[in-house]
Structure formats: C-alpha cells, structure tokens
C-alpha cells in the first residue's frame, strides 16, 4: 500500500521553527515529486512549495518564500520542509503529496497529485 505520513507539527510561537517530514511506506520516492500544501480553517487548500524528484528544481508560495525550504533526503525516502520565522498566518494543517514526474525539471505540483498524507497540524501561536 502506497503510503504518506506527515510529521513534525506542533505548537510553536511567532518567529519559532519547525521541520515538517514526509515519509514514504510502500514505495520509494526517488522518482516522485513531492509538494507541500496546507489548509487553514475557513480557507481553500493551497500550495506551499515543491520539490522535483532529483531535487534540483523547487518552487514556494511568494507567502513562504525566504522563510521555508524544502528538501529531499532520498536515502531516507523522506522529504523536509523547513519552516522558519513563523507566523500566525502560517497556521494550518500541512499535506504532502507525490506525483511520478518522470525525471522533468518542468514539473510542477498540483492539486490532483495522485498520494495524499493525512497531515500534521502546525500552530503558530504565543
């Protein structure tokens, strides 16, 4: 069984970090990109960043960007996303998803990538 599992959320105050984990089971992802998405109460889902699968080409939202990174440690069969300087507005709960790009550096994630985690909830708060 294909799987996804997220980690790494919690509570943390304003201007704290987080390494959020996306953890493969049943597959590797050596050939996958993974995107990070998040959803916050009373707002549609929304794409944070994302990662091709040699990891060489990455993409984040313009309200993440200098703040998040993301990352793939293949070897792990895990990918990260470092969240630092948080804000409030970064409250919601984070997805991972994966799609087979084939190799393409073009790639780019989208709503309808075919494997879903079941988030984790992250908390900016003081």
């Known amino acids: 069984q294909l799987q996804l599992v997220e980690s790494g959320g919690g509570l943390v105050q304003p201007g704290g970090s987080l390494r959020l984990s996306c953890a493969a089971s049943g597959f590797t992802l050596d050939y996958y990109a993974i995107g990070w998405f998040r959803q916050a109460p009373g707002k549609e889902r929304e794409g944070v960043s994302c990662i091709n699968s040699s990891g060489g080409t990455t993409n984040y939202a313009d309200s993440v960007k200098g703040r998040f990174t993301i990352f793939r440690d293949n070897a792990k069969n895990t990918v990260y996303l470092q969240m630092n300087s948080l804000k409030p507005d970064d409250t919601a709960v984070y997805y991972c998803?994966?799609?087979?790009?084939?190799?393409?550096?073009?790639?780019?994630?989208?709503?309808?990538?075919?494997?879903w985690g079941k988030g984790t909830l992250v908390t900016v708060s003081s």
């Open positions: 998803a994966a799609e087979d790009d084939y190799g393409s550096t073009w790639y780019r994630c989208r709503d309808g990538m075919p494997y």
